[in-house]
């Protein structure tokens, strides 16, 4: 087989754990790492201003705009799903939200075969991530690459949905990343002063410094080469040529849970008959690939503002004008925080350990998937913490670029329709609080006319959209179905090792950035760990 060139590791994705993988591999210089990344370097100013990334999410140039097959339990809408496909990945343009998860999901992940990723062995490498004052030093990292901080400014409806919270007998959280997760609080944000702190930013920039590191940009990885079992070596395509490189030590899939295991199954890893059907020869039959997908899904209450502004004219007019004006002179302003800023985690049924859904709010309202309305509007969505409801990623054909078949069935788990359920009444709960009352107008969507519970789950068919927290499609464990080992080794192979999102055994609470820094941060130490004993 011959090669263009060489290197000792090899990182397809450069997303927010290849970015992590990147850093702490070339740390040493002892070895030489080459990272590969299908979009363009971190160039775009609204990568950088937090307020601007719903400008970038349907940017093509910045964003796999994939599109997703119909769902049945969606009223057969088949909608977009956008991911990074940029220096940084979603990281650099997600909505900066930055939250852990709840402890007792990563003690779950032990119990689910996945020993050493208990909440006590993952707590080190979410202090390493992070840079945050305040908190409990038991909890938080004080010297890490990213910058964590609350908003810089707290919105008016924001402050309103906290003290709402309250009246309601919910406990005010003033760390969703501390000694606990439930109750009502302001979202921690990754962000540096007025700019973005994210994984291109951070990590990915401390190793292109290094002579040891090369950053290749819209380098699509093709396929995975192996002899025999053991990887050896990644096709590449750039500028219309085919590249290969070979690889001495190991290559790191860290594409994602959607491109990690379409270019698996592209490498002819995966269910054998899937593999058949799409032209591909069959290296290696793992029937795990591509299943087990998770997501979020997001159902939005929308309330009409009165007596105050939300985000939704400040992002117009004279008003834009002058946010950008302020946001150039002092850094602050709307343009300096992330649109989602408020958070409830809570229980939908009393005797649950745990809180299962996740509420989010915006002081702004959406028309569609992430587009402000021009109507002065605020928000609140209903998330089911951990859904039952699974997917799949399913290669069409043996084209890279051709996209997979992305089906998340979202609500086709007769639990997660139940949480919904309950989510919402909660929601219209907390806009019926004296704090939060004041400001509405009147309910928007889904409207007065949405009473049952039969009424509220079709709305949640009618309007629910993707969280784009998608997981677990290469899931770790141990068990026949699992992709990768705990050590994070696809099973039955060498030489290769996938390290995102998709090695989750299932959805965290809140958004999932910080877990993949995490898996990053302690995929590498593995790494490491293997490279010194060696």
Known sequence: MNFDFETDYCIVG???????????????????????????????????????????????????????????????????????????????????????????????????????????????????????????????????????????????????????????GFPRNDDFNGSAREGVGVIQNNREGRFRSGAAQTYLVRAKRRPNVQVETHALGRRILFEGKRAIGVEFGRGGKRLRVCVRREVVLSCGAIKSPHMLQLSGVGPAELLAAAGIPVLHALPGVGQDLHDHLYTRIAHRVRGTQSMNERTRGWRLAFELAKYAVTGGGIMANATTSGALFCRSRPELANPDVYVAFTPGSYVQQLQLEKEPGMAISVIQSHPESTGTIRARTADPEDDPAIQPNYLSAEIDRRAVVAGL??????????????????????????????????????????????????????????????????????????????????????????????????????????????
């Not at 009424?455 to 969280?467: E, K």
């Not at 299932?506 to 004993?533: F, Q, W, Y």
């Open 14 to 168: 450069a997303g927010a754990a290849g970015c992590v993988v990147a850093d702490r591999l070339s740390e040493s210089g002892r070895d030489r790492v080459l990272v590969l990344e299908a979009g363009p370097s971190d160039w775009h100013p609204y990568i950088h201003i937090p307020a601007t990334f719903l400008k970038l999410v349907r940017d093509p140039r910045f964003s796999w705009y994939f599109q997703m097959e119909p769902e049945p339990e969606l009223k057969g809408r088949a909608q977009r799903a956008p991911q990074g496909k940029v220096l940084g990945g979603g990281s650099s343009i997600n909505g900066l939200a930055f939250m852990r998860g709840q402890a007792a999901e990563y003690d779950e992940w032990v119990a689910r075969g996945c020993p050493g990723w208990g909440y006590k062995d993952v707590l080190p490498y979410f202090k390493r991530i992070e840079r945050y004052e305040g908190g409990d030093d038991a909890y938080r990292g004080r010297d890490g690459p990213m910058r964590v901080s609350g908003a810089s400014e707290v919105h008016l409806l924001t402050r309103s949905f906290v003290a709402a919270g309250m009246e309601l």
């Open 425 to 534: 009444r909660v929601v219209r709960k907390l806009f019926a609080a004296p704090s939060l009352a004041k400001w509405s107008s009147h309910e928007t969507r889904p409207g007065p006319s949405a009473i049952t519970d039969e009424d509220l789950l079709d709305f949640a068919r009618s309007a629910g959209t993707p969280g784009l927290h998608f997981c677990s499609s290469c899931r770790m464990g141990t068990d026949e179905r699992a992709v990768v080992t705990p050590d994070l080794k696809v099973r039955g192979l060498e030489g290769l090792r996938v390290i995102d999102a998709s090695i989750m055994p299932g959805c965290s609470s809140g958004n999932t950035h910080a877990p993949v820094l995490m898996i990053g941060e302690k995929g590498a130490a593995i790494m490491l760990k293997e490279r010194s004993a060696a």
